[in-house]
């Protein structure tokens, strides 16, 4: 957590800082530029320096060069110069002259020391101090260590243009010696060396009073690499170089560890450059202060910025941080070190949103599971008064009209299923999916309904407006087309229904009689079973009219042992499972004698029982074994008397053959159905089909629906398309019509189409 | 430079005089005519102080709180060690004693003619100049009538109650310090002591002398002798050499006032004044150099020697006789020379004669008011009464003593009643040279609005031979020949000085010429005669009338 919080707020505290390089490069800038403009000016003043002495020490040398020509050209001198060996008397006036002469020059220019002219012929010297000989003038003015007078005298000896010969006096004194030899007389030799000394201090005046500043070095260096008027003995002949260095030039050189620009100019008039050392601590020392400033401002500028970005990024993460913590707090931190905060933010954000769409389609499921459960609770529970409205309202229910009934309905595999249980289980929450689903779209037309399953039923709280007939038909009707869509799925469903009882409290009610009236499903082989029909049964006095309409109906056909097994079932349940009292037998060996004679009526054979003393073979008080071959008797001999009654007439009368004729009349009508048919005979649809079946072996559904392939295939055959088909053989839908065809003949409808 | 040291070097004599510390006269009075002022002098040796003292007497220090200003060339053995005069001790004593606060203006070394002539034509005067005010262009009269100073009778009446009773102690010198028209315009520099005046003589290698057996040569003759000897038995190349250079050397030639007569010009007996240069003894002078030039008696190089030739000549037995001070040349040299040739000693030889046992007629002498160090009053000064007390207080017996001897304790003290230097001057701790340390402290060894006392001369003098020059070079008539300080109008002193350049040019190339032989000594009337064409007559003239004015004050 640390370590990533520092990435972000670094990243934005650096990202700061990279401002503060702006004033730094521009006062380094500005501090550069200043630097080069103070060494501009350090330039042009040393420039102007070095004109200005150049021209002053220049107009000296010019001065002494013209001093030269008129010393020479001077005729005293000329004179003095060709006389040999010595000068007599008479030249002394001459001479005379010329030191005068020397004396005027000399007081032209205060900044000749010394003015003298050395005669080689005679070895002496005129000069401003006066004639003498050349060994007391060397000891007088000249005596120095480097050159002893016989040397000296050699020097004046030489042949000179214009030389230069630095002296350095005993007396401490540093002079130069400007020498020029004498115009060469008439007789062709050199006689004579006019010397001009200049001190070096007055040199050095001259220099120095132009520097602007004493710590610049200005000397003269000559063509032979020689300081001319080195008195700083810091400074090394040999360390600058003449040829080397050319006017205007700058170049930097150290000498005794401390830097020097260098400038330097050429005299007019001499061999002589004049050099000007400065020195960079002065150059620098104006820029001195701007860099100190620039310093100070540019710590300041890191100081106060670095404060400034550390403080800004913080106050800038802080709301960051904050949203960071929240979200730590929800416990999903990732450990993605690598990230920044607002990726890992981000991926944070993801995860939640996600979470929350899963937990919202799961509090979907779950209110339908609670729906559900609810509903199941309904159903399976009493009404709580107190808390259940409360409840009630949460689920959002549809039942809000005044009466409910429960249905339900139990999923029922097809025989061929029963075999393969497993498919069946597996296939059963489908079923009932179908069933829920197809049930609350039919009945939606009608009524509201709320359905949930139980078990491997689907249970339907109807919620009725009235409680009325009308729309205990209309239930029923809804169910019936339940039921028969149902057909062409390859399960059976039955419905049991309720009572109908009042609000919600009755749904608990409604249900439990739907659960009994489902009890009798295996027993009334129908389906649909309304518990008012089997409330009856429920007394210990069992004799629904149901059995006893299949006992008439049994000895309507002559089927003695039929009827025998019905009469037997229901003396066993009551004698056996209900031991119902002796009147109640009595009533009911009564009930069942008057079913026997209303049978017997219906074929017309009435005068049957007239022959058979019925009631004195038959007593309440006789064992139940006497009383079933008792009434096995009696049924026998009824059977046989309307068996032969019926076979009198016509088999063609038959049940069978009539549903049959009913049935080949109206397959075009799609609402042709087991329930219509029955409806036609006035016959339970659940009786007729059992009826139909055992007269002709097969069920009445796969009858109407052979009826219908065996019409489709030649309406095919004829050409005509599936849809037309299927519509002109009463197929609600092709679909339907395709799987039932398939079913019927191995093929499809399409295929046997392609086939002619 | 060579002035300045001609004026340190000063000869001794026996100061005869008394100063009376005269408080005095603050008589606010009456402006006594200035004329008058000359006539109230009376030859006494001793002033009586003045007697009646009519109101408050007046002491120093004054109390005012008074600055002035003073313009004054810088001595160089005082610059040599301070910027200014100011800051010596001398002068801070001297604004301490007199309560005057003194503003010195010292033109640059060398160039106080060209300085004092800025300073005329600027018209913005300081309050006192020191100045050789007779060289000023027409005299001191004219530098009164063209308003650049004051006349300072009715100054000296009122407020130098010192000078004025040295004046009336000494008529003559009262009478020197007087234009032709009798007002004082300067305090004037006196030497106190005849023997002050006379400084220049000729000196001679006294070893030498005693190696071969001479005496100190007196006469033209003797002379000859020991400057051949020199030559030919001491191996002299030059063995008489001077300062040729050297104007006043030259001027005050002992050889040629051997032969009663000067370069220049000079007092005859007869009591007016001659030009000596075209006289018949000069040409006996130019003959006997000459023909000792030829024989190499005399430095070949004479017409240019200067100082340093002169002396690295006498110092290393090149020469054997010069001419110059006692002080500054033969003290010097002998104490350069002793250091290698223990043996060296020069002494004085007499001004020398052409009859041996003669006393000199002509030397070298100095008037005791010799025009130097004199300080004016100028008319730009307001508080005259100031610069009056300041300059008087030098005349009074405690600014003798400081002008002369500094400060008691730290320069000087009294020995017996002896003034004598301390160590610290003669023997400076710092290593100045007596010249240096005496400037500091005093102006007694130059020049100065003061009376000069000889009691410094005869201190300044340390070696036997210099205090012997008194005795041997001022026994001559020379008294006698020296013109005294005469003043010629404005008008005959421009005439004078440019017939004399004229005049001195041509004397002077002349007078090489003869010596060295290039001229024959047959054209010596030629010459003469040239000279005269000059306008020799007309500087005469002007010189004896102006000698005749003095002579009149």
């Given at each position: 957590m640390k370590t990533k919080r520092k990435t972000l707020l670094i990243k934005w505290f650096l990202s700061y800082l990279f401002i503060l390089v702006i004033p730094i490069f521009l006062s380094i800038g500005i501090y550069a530029y200043s630097l080069q403009i103070t060494k501009g000016q350090a330039n042009k003043m040393n420039d102007a320096l070095m004109s200005s002495v150049k021209v002053g020490v220049d107009n000296h040398i010019n001065e002494i060069n013209k001093l030269f020509k008129r010393i020479a050209l001077d005729l005293d001198v000329q004179s003095a110069t060709i006389i040999k060996g010595k000068f007599t008397a008479k030249e002394q006036l001459t001479l005379y002259h010329l030191v005068n002469s020397l004396k005027n020059l000399n007081i032209v220019?205060?900044?000749?020391e010394d003015i003298f002219i050395y005669f080689n012929n005679t070895g002496t010297v005129s000069s401003v101090n006066g004639n003498m000989s050349g060994e007391l003038f060397y000891h007088l003015?000249?005596?120095?260590?480097?050159?002893?007078f016989t040397e000296f005298q050699e020097l004046m000896k030489e042949n000179y243009n214009r030389g230069v010969i630095p002296v350095h006096k005993l007396n401490g004194e540093n002079v130069l010696l400007f020498t020029m030899t004498t115009l060469q007389s008439n007789f062709g030799i050199d006689s004579g060396t006019i010397v001009i000394t200049i001190n070096m201090r007055s040199l050095q005046k001259t220099i120095n009073n132009m520097?602007?500043?004493?710590s610049l070095k200005i000397f003269i260096l000559n063509s032979n690499n020689?300081?001319?008027?080195?008195?700083?003995?810091?400074?090394?002949?040999?360390?600058?170089e003449y040829e080397k260095i050319s006017e205007g030039d700058y170049f930097y050189k150290k000498v005794n560890n401390k830097r020097y620009m260098v400038s330097s100019t050429q005299s007019d008039y001499i061999n002589w450059k004049y050099i000007c050392m400065t020195p960079d601590a002065l150059l620098e020392k104006n820029a001195k202060s701007i860099r100190y400033f620039s310093l100070v401002g540019l710590f300041l500028c890191i100081f106060m910025g670095s404060y400034f970005s550390y403080f800004l990024a913080k106050s800038n993460y802080n709301p960051l941080q904050g949203i960071i913590d929240l979200f730590r707090k929800q416990g999903?931190?990732?450990?993605?070190?690598?990230?920044n905060e607002y990726r890992w933010l981000m991926e944070e954000a993801q995860h939640i949103f996600k979470e929350r769409s899963d937990t919202n389609r799961i509090l979907w499921n779950n209110s339908k599971v609670l729906k559900d459960y609810y509903i199941f609770r309904l159903l399976e529970y009493p009404f709580d008064k107190e808390n259940g409205p409360v409840e009630y309202n949460k689920f959002?229910?549809?039942?809000?009209?005044n009466y409910n009934v429960v249905v339900l309905f139990p999923i029922i595999p097809l025989e061929e299923q029963k075999k393969e249980d497993i498919s069946f289980e597996e296939s059963l929450s489908l079923y009932k999916f179908v069933v829920a689903n197809i049930f609350s779209e039919i009945a939606v037309d009608h009524f509201n309904v709320e359905i949930a399953d139980i078990g491997d039923m689907v249970a339907a709280i109807i919620n009725l407006p009235s409680n009325t007939l009308e729309m205990v038909e209309l239930l029923k009707e809804t169910i019936y087309n339940l039921e028969q869509k149902i057909e062409s799925f390859d399960f059976q469903v039955v419905s049991a229904i309720g009572t109908i009882e009042?609000?919600?409290?009755g749904i608990h009610g409604s249900y439990l009689a739907a659960r009994e009236a489902a009890e009798y499903i295996q027993l009334l082989n129908t389906d649909i079973i309304l518990y008012d029909d089997i409330k009856n049964l429920q007394s210990k006095y069992y004799y629904p009219i149901e059995i006893e309409q299949k006992v008439i109906n049994a000895i309507k056909v002559g089927d003695s042992s039929a009827a025998a097994g019905y009469i037997f079932k229901v003396l066993d349940t009551n004698y056996?499972?209900?031991?119902?009292a002796i009147d109640m037998r009595k009533c009911l060996i009564f009930d069942m004698l008057g079913t026997l004679m209303k049978g017997t009526d219906l074929i017309g054979c009435g005068d049957i029982l007239t022959t058979i003393d019925i009631t004195r073979k038959l007593s309440?008080?006789?064992p139940l074994s006497e009383i079933k071959d008792r009434f096995g008797e009696i049924v026998n001999e009824i059977c046989t008397n309307i068996l032969d009654k019926l076979s009198e007439n016509?088999?063609?009368?038959?049940l069978s053959n009539r549903v049959k004729e009913f049935i080949d009349k109206?397959?075009?009508?799609?609402?042709?159905n087991i329930s219509l048919t029955g409806l036609h005979f006035d016959i339970t649809p659940a009786y007729i089909s059992t009826l139909f079946k055992k007269q002709t072996g097969d069920s009445l559904l796969e009858y109407i629906n052979s009826v219908r392939v065996k019409e489709a295939q030649k309406l095919l055959e004829q050409g005509i398309s599936v849809v037309d088909t299927s519509q002109k053989v009463g197929f609600r839908n092709s679909g339907a019509f395709i799987r039932v065809f398939k079913k019927q003949t191995g093929v499809t409808p399409g295929q046997l189409r392609k086939t002619i | 430079m060579f002035k300045k040291k001609l004026f340190a070097m000063v000869t001794t004599a026996a100061l005869v005089m008394s100063l009376l510390a005269?408080?005095?006269?603050?008589?606010?009075g009456a402006d006594t005519d200035s004329k008058d002022a000359s006539n109230?002098?009376?030859?006494?040796e001793a002033a009586a102080p003045?007697?009646?003292?009519?109101s408050t007497e007046f002491t120093y220090?004054?109390?005012?709180g008074k600055t002035l200003t003073y313009w004054t060339g810088l001595n160089a053995n005082v610059s040599a060690n301070y910027a200014?005069?100011?800051?010596t001790p001398f002068a801070k004593a001297w604004m301490e004693r007199t309560g005057v606060q003194i503003e010195f203006q010292h033109p640059p070394t060398g160039q106080d003619q060209e300085q004092f002539s800025l300073l005329l034509a600027d018209?913005?005067?300081?309050?006192v100049i020191e100045y050789?005010?007779?060289?000023f262009p027409g005299g001191p009269e004219k530098a009164i009538n063209d308003g650049?100073?004051?006349?300072l009778n009715d100054v000296f009446e009122q407020y130098c109650p010192n000078l004025m009773a040295y004046l009336k102690a000494n008529p003559e010198i009262d009478k020197m310090i007087k234009?032709?028209?009798?007002?004082?315009?300067v305090f004037p520099f006196i030497r106190?002591?005849?023997?002050?005046?006379n400084t220049i003589g000729l000196m001679v290698r006294q070893d030498w002398l005693q190696d071969l057996g001479l005496?100190?040569?007196?006469t033209i003759d003797e002379w000859h002798t020991v400057l051949t000897k020199f030559k030919e038995?001491?191996?002299?190349?030059?063995?008489f050499s001077y300062e040729y250079t050297m104007g006043v050397l030259t001027e005050e030639s002992p050889f040629t006032y051997a032969?009663?007569?000067?370069k220049n010009f000079y007092l005859n007996s007869d009591g007016t004044i001659h030009f000596?240069?075209?006289e018949d003894g000069y040409k006996q002078f130019l003959t006997t150099f000459a023909n000792w030039y030829k024989e190499g008696l005399?430095?070949?190089?004479?017409?240019?020697?200067a100082l340093d030739q002169v002396s690295a000549k006498m110092t290393n037995g090149s020469a054997g006789a010069s001419v110059g001070?006692?002080?500054?040349?033969m003290g010097v040299w002998i104490k350069a020379a002793t250091a290698t040739d223990p043996n060296y000693m020069l002494e004085a030889a007499p001004?020398?004669?052409?009859?041996?046992g003669d006393k000199p007629e002509f030397g070298q002498i100095e008037n005791r008011?010799?025009?130097?160090?004199g300080v004016a009053i100028t008319t730009?000064?307001?508080?005259i009464e100031a610069a009056a007390r300041l300059l008087d207080y030098a005349y009074g017996e405690a600014g003798h003593m400081l002008f002369n001897f500094g400060i008691e304790g730290e320069s000087y003290s009294i020995v017996g009643d002896y003034p004598t230097y301390t160590e610290q001057i003669l023997n400076n701790p710092e290593g100045w040279p007596l010249a240096q340390s005496l400037s500091a402290y005093i102006r007694g060894n130059y020049n100065g609005p003061f009376v000069q006392d000889k009691r410094y001369l005869e201190q300044y003098y340390t070696i036997d031979s210099q205090k012997a020059t008194n005795g041997i070079w001022g026994a001559t008539n020379a008294r006698a020949h020296k013109i005294p300080p005469i003043t010629p109008t404005s008008d005959e002193s421009q005439e004078f000085s440019s017939i004399m350049n004229e005049i001195n040019t041509y004397r002077d190339e002349m007078t090489l010429k003869f010596i060295f032989g290039?001229?024959?000594?047959?054209?010596f009337d030629d010459y003469v005669k040239n000279v005269e064409s000059m306008g020799l007559a007309r500087a005469l003239e002007i010189e004896n009338a102006a000698l005749a004015r003095y002579n009149a004050r």
């Open positions: 220019d205060d900044f000749i003015y000249y005596e120095n260590s480097e050159y002893d520097k602007w500043d004493d020689e300081i001319v008027d080195n008195t700083e003995d810091n400074l090394q002949d040999s360390e600058l999903n931190w990732a450990t993605n070190t690598e990230q959002n229910l549809k039942l809000n009209a009042l609000q919600l409290e056996n499972e209900n031991n119902i309440a008080k006789l016509e088999s063609n009368n038959q109206n397959y075009q009508d799609p609402d042709l | 005269g408080c005095s006269n603050s008589s606010t109230t002098s009376n030859p006494t003045a007697a009646e003292n009519t220090p004054m109390t005012s200014n005069l100011g800051d018209g913005n005067l300081p309050d050789p005010w007779m060289t650049v100073i004051i006349s234009t032709d028209d009798g007002h004082y315009y106190g002591d005849e023997v002050l005046c005496e100190v040569p007196t038995e001491k191996g002299a190349t030059a063995p032969f009663g007569t000067s000596g240069a075209v005399i430095d070949q190089d004479l017409a240019t020697l001070w006692a002080g500054s040349r001004y020398p004669t052409l009859n041996k008011y010799s025009n130097q160090g730009s000064c307001e508080d290039e001229e024959s000594l047959d054209n």
